[in-house]
């Protein structure tokens, strides 16, 4: 097992080294971030003062190298934008970040696994047919209009939810989070529905497909021949074999969603590390984009490690092919 | 006098365990009614072995899991009469039904690689079988599930418990569902083909252990398979089937050594022995008829050398001497 971690790992710096070259001349192409610095009327001598703090007066090559021995010592820049360690500006915003999305998971996987095993189990019932049309629509429809219409509805219309921002926070030790007081859930309740809509339609097509997948196997028909009960076939022998897919796509979602939840925090102002990342290639805030797009490969690495756990714990077979 | 009261009286020793009366099982699919099972008349008394034969396509599986209600749409009974010890089955409504299946009635399956569940370990699938007709512990049934291993011949019992289905050989397998099936010691077994997916000498060694753990337990049997000399020295009595029907029911010493029907002889033509050595097998002529498409009267009337006109109409199931019965105008007498 540890051989297959060890793997992984080297993978993800392979990815991170050229990730970083990509990023970085890329946003050099894009352009000079002291325009976005500076005021309109300052000096050319300010300029190149400033360009000199920042490093930017070296070729991309030494800029590049002089990075890569910082963030090897674990030191990833600072903002040009504010000065701020790069990474403590991550670190800042991700609670915002994991709180809306661990709440739109979970939403997703509580309603689209028992919807989808519903319409897996009778798919031509009106019911699994009104199911997988409400999917394709929730699948379908642009995320960024699922929220508008629900900032529309909820509040403009009816106004009883806000559009924006946090709401009230509680801190636990350095980390504010929104889920602990009514005004944070408030906030929290309309983008989490809208990133959940979205992964919800996923979920179910996902559950419906394993279902399907399953039910016909020769074991559910065995089960049924030992006269088990129902609900101990449902429970048990269905749901067990078809967590294995379920898993493995929520896991990569929500990977998918902490790393982009651009859009999402977008539209409500959430201020999360999507909001952050958004910001800052506007500003070519070359730091924290780096910095940031690293931490995400690391992160999306860690997190398919757990999913492949989590794959051995239900799938017996797995672990064997690992100590192979 | 119709065959069932004459079969009545000629097993007026005990009331039979297992009785099917006219038996049909269609599926309604697009291109037509499939008549998977269209008729068929079963009698097996406690105890009893019956061996059913008959080739692929031909109807056994879905008699088996039309004993069990196990069949799925778009397949339906849509005649006849099972009725086991007493109680109609196919009337009786699915929670009395869920409760005979795996306790009264068990089956066996095919292919021992896929029926059992490989994300759940030996004994949660051995155990939830004795839980789910018995108010009884964990610990309890656990003991129970360990006793069943020994009894059915596994070595190291309680390795075997901790396994998962994917380290265990297929024969080992097949051993397992058998113990599943013999847990709640049931008083019927449906095998359904259980040995066809193993090598020979393993085939062999099971059908000797089933035979003599049902002996032993006074369980009866009803063992599906696609050949004949399998059933030879296992069965007490043989029932052939043909496109959905039972055409010759017999003793099987009668039926193998002197079968009545055409389809029978040709089965045991085709049977490789000593007596054929050296000779070219039998085969029977022409092609197994799609069940959308089965001639008019006798559905073997195309491939029988003895068909008269009279074989235009489907002949129904006659007693014969012996107590034996065929579905035949021109039986060998
Ligand atoms: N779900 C279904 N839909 C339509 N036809 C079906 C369905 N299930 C079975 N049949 C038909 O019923 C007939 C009998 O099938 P069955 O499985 O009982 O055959 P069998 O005698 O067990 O053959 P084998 O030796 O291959 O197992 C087959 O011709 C098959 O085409
Ligand atoms: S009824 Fe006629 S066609 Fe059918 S098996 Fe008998 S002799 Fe042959
Ligand atoms: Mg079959």
Same mark, same amino acid.
């Given at each position: ?324 | 006098?119709?065959?069932? $009261?004459?079969? =009545? ?9 297992? $009785? ?13 009614? *499939? ?17 059913? *034969? ?26 006849? $009469? ?147 000399? *399998? *059933?030879?020295? /296992? ?16 003793? $099987? ?60 109409? =489907?002949?129904?199931?006659?007693? /014969? ?13």
């Amino acid at each position: 097992m540890p051989v297959f971690i060890i793997n992984r790992l080297f993978q993800a710096f392979g990815v991170i080294l050229v990730m970083s070259v990509l990023v970085f001349v890329g946003l050099y192409l894009i352009g000079d971030p002291t325009s976005m610095l500076v005021s309109p009327e300052a000096t050319e001598i300010e300029r190149q003062a400033l360009r000199k703090a920042l490093g930017l007066d070296q070729s991309i090559w030494v800029q590049y190298l002089t990075f890569l021995g910082n963030a090897a010592q674990g030191d990833f820049g600072r903002s040009f934008l504010t000065g701020q360690p790069a990474l403590q500006l991550i670190i800042e915003r991700m609670p915002a970040t994991v709180e809306l999305v661990i709440v739109a998971m979970t939403f997703s996987v509580l309603v689209g696994v028992p919807l989808g095993i519903l319409a897996g189990l009778r798919p031509k019932a009106p019911s699994s047919k009104a199911i997988m049309t409400g999917s394709i629509l929730g699948f379908s429809l642009p995320n960024f209009w699922i929220g508008l219409m629900l900032i529309m509805l909820f509040a403009v219309y009816l106004g009883v939810l806000p559009a924006s921002a946090r709401g009230e926070t509680v801190n636990v030790g350095p980390v504010a989070l929104s889920i602990l007081t009514i005004d944070g859930w408030q906030h929290l309740a309309l983008p989490a529905l809208t990133l959940g809509l979205a992964k919800a339609a996923l979920m179910i097509r996902v559950t419906r497909a394993a279902t399907r997948e399953v039910l016909p196997m020769d074991y559910i028909k065995f089960a049924r021949a030992k006269g088990l009960r129902p609900s101990r076939i449902l429970n048990v022998h269905l749901l067990k074999n078809i967590l294995i897919p379920i898993i493995t796509v929520a896991g990569l979602e929500f990977g998918q969603a902490i790393a982009f939840a651009v859009v999402t925090e977008s539209v409500f102002s959430w201020p999360g590390m999507g909001k952050l990342l958004i910001d800052s290639i506007i500003t070519l805030d070359r730091p924290v984009v780096v910095a940031y797009l690293i931490m995400m490969v690391f992160f999306l690495v860690i997190l398919n490690l757990v999913v492949d756990i989590l794959y051995m714990a239900i799938d017996p077979s797995a672990r064997e092919k690992v100590r192979d | 006098m119709d065959v069932s $009261s004459m079969q =009545a009286t000629a097993t007026a020793r005990q009331e039979p365990l297992l $009785s099917i009366k006219g038996l049909k099982t269609h599926f309604a699919t697009r291109a037509g009614v *499939v008549k998977a099972v269209d008729g068929v008349d079963i009698e097996l008394g406690r105890g009893e072995i019956l061996g059913l *034969v008959g080739e692929s396509g031909s109807g056994k599986s879905i008699t088996g899991f039309s004993i069990l209600g196990l069949i799925d749409p778009p397949g339906r009974i849509v005649d006849g $009469s099972i009725d086991y010890d007493g109680l109609d089955l196919v009337s009786m409504d699915e929670e009395a039904r869920r409760q005979l299946r795996g306790n009264d009635i068990a089956m066996i399956f095919q292919d021992p690689s896929m029926t059992l569940n490989p994300v759940l370990r030996i004994d949660t699938q051995l155990i939830e079988t004795v839980q789910a007709h018995a108010e009884i512990s964990a610990a309890e049934a656990r003991q129970r599930a360990r006793d069943t291993l020994v009894q059915v011949g596994i070595p190291s019992p309680d390795e075997r418990l901790k396994a998962y289905p994917y380290e265990l050989s297929g024969g080992m397998r097949q051993r397992i569902a058998i113990a599943i099936a013999l847990i709640n010691k049931p008083k019927l077994i449906i095998a359904d083909e259980p040995t066809t997916a193993l090598d020979v000498s393993i085939q062999g060694q099971i059908i000797y252990e089933v035979k003599q753990l049902c002996r032993k337990t006074g369980t009866a049997l009803i063992w599906i398979t696609h050949d004949l000399a *399998v *059933v030879a020295g /296992l069965a007490d009595r043989i029932s052939v089937m043909y496109a959905g029907r039972i055409v010759e029911t017999g003793t $099987s010493a009668d039926v193998i050594e002197r079968p009545l029907h055409p389809y029978t002889q040709g089965l045991i033509n085709s049977v490789p022995s000593h007596a054929t050595r050296g000779h070219r097998l039998h085969q029977i002529k022409g092609m197994t008829p799609s069940l959308l498409n089965l001639p008019q009267g006798c559905a073997f009337r195309e491939r029988c050398e003895r068909a008269t006109p009279e074989c235009l109409v =489907a002949p129904e199931p006659t007693l /014969l001497p012996g107590g034996r019965s065929a579905r035949c105008w021109n039986p060998a007498l």
